[in-house]
């Protein structure tokens, strides 16, 4: 049975609309079938929350009087960018704070503004007969300025590749801490529950979707920047009203040696339409796949080890070349289910109706890499890394205590430190949140420098 949009946002404000999240479709379409779920279930859910570095907001902070016309701006020591009108400015979430590069960058501002937090504004000028001023030094909050409009240029990748490090040295990467000789794995994404797999071919997602963005509501651009359909990389280019957000779902994330980033929460409700619709919503994690790649080499040459499906990644293990490989995720799975359930909470009481896009994404793009007509010069050579790290014999050695603390109002569960545990001591329970078990802890400290959120502190 087809549906209109128009018919389930009248069930919508009925009450009487029928809501599950994408695990629950899983299950459904499981025990009843494909046709019972078109026929039956109304609206899918889905979350995921992670880094999404191409992330930041544009602020207008009104005029000053006299007034000014910014050259340069910082927030919070963190560098703005100025080039729009004279009092508007960009922040991106992986521009690093000058005072406290890899630990404080674009991405904690944003978050410390949603909190409502006193954020320190210093600017200067180059000054003008109509703009006067040439510094400013001052303070505000959120609600001391006009608009702060989150603006993400690519979010919500519809899966992201899973990493290792083959070279003899610890790499410190955009995924996370990978240790040397395959000694763990990192991933990204939320797998079934990621809104991107779940309409696939963009039937339901396009300009105009509203969305469920950091906590309030958001809506959909256009494709986000790199958007790769035609290899399963799709994207999407979103924004929203800092004002209606959380920032349990906007969090400031640094990763040791690599730079600051955004942890954002998506979730996009998908409307069964057709049969179509309900198959794609179904998807599980056992038929969802990702790349393995290994990041001990350049990328010119980085090569692909295997396919690997989100059943597996999300096993806490995978199997490279017969060897088992502790894998752990630099998303947030307790956090994607969060936000599914909430965004299904809203329409069931009727506080988010859908709205069917003015244009659909494309599905056919390719990603070109840079052109470049330079010669070629790395800062590192790959073939000359070197490297003492402990080994499991090693480890035997080191005091048997614990040596860490873990500030539970920092962490958001994601688990990237449980991969580089190798007693583990660090894992995700059975509601995928992050739990110690002290006895197991020998202390060596490879979860230290690890924790995107700086959760973990050495005693």
């Known amino acids: 049975m087809l549906k209109t949009y128009n018919e389930i946002n009248e069930k919508i404000k009925n009450g009487d609309v029928v809501v599950v999240t994408a695990e629950e479709m899983i299950k459904f379409v499981e025990d009843r079938s494909i046709k019972v779920a078109a026929d039956e279930i109304d609206i899918v859910t889905t979350g995921t929350f992670g880094p999404m ?268 070349d017969g060897k088992k490989i502790k894998c752990s995720s630099l998303s947030s799975l307790f956090y994607a289910r969060k936000i599914a359930e909430t965004l299904k909470k809203w329409i069931e009481d009727g506080k988010f109706f859908l709205n069917p896009p003015a244009e659909t994404l494309p599905t056919k793009t390719v990603v070109k890499p840079m052109k470049q007509t330079s010669k070629l010069k790395f800062l590192k050579d790959f073939k000359q890394n070197t490297l003492t790290y402990l080994d499991n014999s090693d480890l035997k050695t080191v005091a048997k205590n614990q040596r860490f603390i873990i500030d539970e109002d920092k962490c958001i569960n994601c688990g990237a430190c449980v991969s580089l545990c190798p007693t583990n001591a660090l894992y995700l329970d059975k509601d995928d949140r992050l739990a110690f078990y002290y006895e197991k802890c020998i202390g060596c400290l490879l979860c230290l420098d690890s924790c995107p959120r700086l959760a973990i502190k050495e005693l």
């Open 53 to 320: 570095c191409s992330s930041g907001a544009f602020l207008n902070f009104g005029h000053s009087d006299p007034p000014v016309k910014f050259d340069e701006l910082f927030l919070n020591d963190v560098m703005a960018y100025h080039g729009n009108a004279a009092v508007d400015c960009y922040i991106g979430s992986t521009r690093m704070s000058d005072k406290k590069p890899f630990e404080y960058g674009g991405g904690h501002v944003i978050e410390d503004l949603v909190s409502g937090k006193l954020i320190r504004l210093k600017g200067n000028s180059y000054t003008t007969d109509c703009y006067p001023l040439a510094e400013v030094d001052t303070e505000f909050t959120i609600e001391d300025i006009n608009q702060a409009i989150l603006c993400n240029p690519r979010n919500a990748y519809q899966r992201y590749v899973c990493a290792v490090n083959s070279s003899n040295k610890t790499l410190y990467t955009y995924m996370g801490k990978l240790l040397p000789h395959f000694g763990n794995a990192h991933y990204a994404g939320a797998g079934c529950l990621n809104p991107l797999s779940n309409d696939p071919d963009y039937e339901t997602i396009g300009i105009g979707t509203r969305i469920f963005l950091g906590g309030g509501i958001g809506y959909i651009m256009g494709e986000g920047t790199q958007h790769n359909p035609t290899n399963r990389f799709g994207a999407l280019f979103v924004k929203g009203d800092m004002k209606q957000m959380s920032p349990e779902y906007l969090r400031g994330v640094a990763y040791e040696k690599y730079g600051t980033s955004l942890s954002v929460g998506v979730g996009i409700p998908i409307p069964i339409l057709n049969e179509g619709l309900a198959r794609k919503t179904a998807v599980n994690d056992e038929i969802l796949l990702t790349e393995v790649l290994d990041y001990g080499k350049p990328k010119r040459d980085k090569p692909e080890l295997k396919q690997v499906s989100y059943m597996e990644l999300k096993s806490g293990h995978i199997e490279l």
